[in-house]
Antibody, heavy 119, light 107 residues
């Protein structure tokens, strides 16, 4: 059974860097074809794809946020980490990590973590 | 960038109704489309991928159709647990993108 869970701060100040960790089980990020992505959702708004990391350490980022995002993996710990620099109140959202079985859709999602950006 | 138009944004329906949700693309995406269901306070759940392939465990009252630019999600007989928000997602073109959502509410 595949499960994912996000962890990190619930409150960050403007200009700070956000670091979120996705801890997963039920699959290995060293298996060919596997990927883990991050998607966010501002309160009451639609979903926005942020980044994805593949089993071979290839990485993809949203073009609009690429300069602020870094995604890494620790295969031995079954974790994927997303960092986002220079946080702003508009970045307030629930952040989800999700399992990519193929291409760019997602079949298993974490429960999400709400991050509020406020001074 | 592919622009997606999902309609309607709000749909009022009754249990037992047949409902359809549309997702239109600004350019053709073959069948690289997924549909998700999201309930309040919960993560999205994958319903359909490849435009019409039902994800394992999803009830057969859900179906997807379309290719190219026009896609439809149909719920054949709406159940109480189906009142939720539905999102389409294209994964033909990078970056992947989501529609604006359709909230299905009780009439």
């Amino acid at each position: 059974q595949i499960t994912l869970k996000e962890s990190g701060p619930t409150l960050v100040k403007p200009t700070q860097t956000l670091t979120l960790t996705c801890t997963f089980s039920g699959f290995s990020l060293s298996t060919s074809g596997v990927g883990v992505g991050w998607i966010r959702q501002p309160p009451g708004k639609a979903l926005e794809w942020l980044a994805l990391i593949y089993w071979d350490d290839d990485k993809r980022y949203s073009p609009s946020l690429k300069s602020r995002l870094t995604i890494t993996k620790d295969t031995s710990k079954n974790q994927v980490v997303l960092t986002m620099t220079n946080m702003d109140p508009v970045d307030t959202a629930t952040y989800y990590c999700a399992h990519r079985p193929d291409l760019y859709y997602f079949d298993y999602w974490g429960q999400g973590t709400l991050v509020t950006v406020s001074s | 960038v592919i622009w997606m138009t999902q309609s309607p944004s709000l749909l009022s329906a009754s249990t037992g109704d047949r409902v359809t949700i549309s997702c239109r693309m600004s350019q053709g995406i073959s069948s690289y489309l997924a549909w998700y269901q999201q309930k309040p306070g919960k993560a999205p759940e994958l319903l359909i991928y490849a435009a019409s392939t039902l994800q394992s465990g999803v009830p057969s009252r859900f179906s997807g159709s379309g290719s190219g630019t026009d896609f439809t999600l149909t719920i054949s007989c709406l159940q109480s647990e189906d009142f939720a928000t539905y999102y389409c997602q294209q994964y033909y073109s990078f970056p992947p993108s989501f529609g604006g959502g359709t909230k299905v509410e009780i009439k």
